[in-house]
């Protein structure tokens, strides 16, 4: 017997009719606001590629993941539908799946970085470099990392590249799961430290506007 869905909040009746397409209406709802301050935006001018570089729209992506990675740490579940030998077991990939969803947002927000540092055109150029889920590579550029912080970050990209989906980092690459507890045990991250390197990698942003704004 299937269980009924739990209803959506309050305030998810579009997602609720449309979650395909509700979820993809960041980038007009940005148009809108533009057109609404008074910078319309052409859409016969500009390119879609450019529109979409946009770093306040992969700052505000970033931003979101980060909230789904809280939402999903700060909610308790007891997976009361599974056996209880497989409580366990889902309680742990529950929470690599938030571990994921931080990681995502550290990508999202140093390639974000890179967009407002290089300029739209710049980071074109470099994109094909940065098709990875490197963190540790990704936030070279960043001063004052220290090497358990980069470990951390190292930590992330497992749980980005393979360990957030799947059990099974494929097939040749088991070792991989010796590299995650072998860092762990090795630089003996909390979750406190991952938080605090993710904030501390995310708070960079202000200083890359920063330098912007001064070189403009």
């Known amino acids: 017997m299937k269980s009924s869905p739990s209803p959506l909040p ?11 397409g509700y979820s993809l209406l960041g980038p007009y709802i940005w148009d809108l606001e533009c057109n609404h301050a008074g910078f319309p935006i052409d859409h016969s001018v500009m390119h879609a590629s ?8 992969w700052m505000a992506q970033a931003q979101a993941m980060t909230q789904a990675a809280h939402a999903v ?7 009361e539908l599974l056996p209880v030998q497989i409580r ?4 742990s990939q529950y929470c690599a799946a938030a571990l994921m969803l931080v990681g995502y947002s550290l990508e999202i927000c ?6 407002i540092r290089e300029g739209i055109e710049g980071f074109t150029k470099l994109e094909k470099k940065m098709h990875h889920h490197r963190l540790h590579d990704l936030a070279s550029f960043i001063p004052g990392l220290s090497n358990r912080d980069t470990a951390i970050l190292r930590g992330l990209t ?18 991989q799961i010796d590299d995650v507890f072998n860092l762990g045990e090795k630089h003996r991250g909390t979750a406190r430290d991952v938080f605090d390197v993710a904030a501390r990698v995310m708070q960079h942003t202000s200083n890359i506007v920063e330098a912007s704004l001064g070189g403009s």
């Open 10 to 20: 309050q305030g998810r009746e579009n997602f609720a009719i449309d979650p395909f």
């Open 50 to 57: 450019e529109r979409l570089k946009n770093p306040i729209l």
């Open 73 to 79: 740490l700060e909610k308790e579940q007891n997976f």
């Open 88 to 91: 366990g077991v889902c309680e």
């Open 110 to 115: 140093l390639k974000s970085m890179v967009i």
């Open 158 to 175: 497992h749980f980005v590249t393979w360990a957030g989906r799947y059990p099974d980092p494929g097939s040749g690459k088991e070792q």
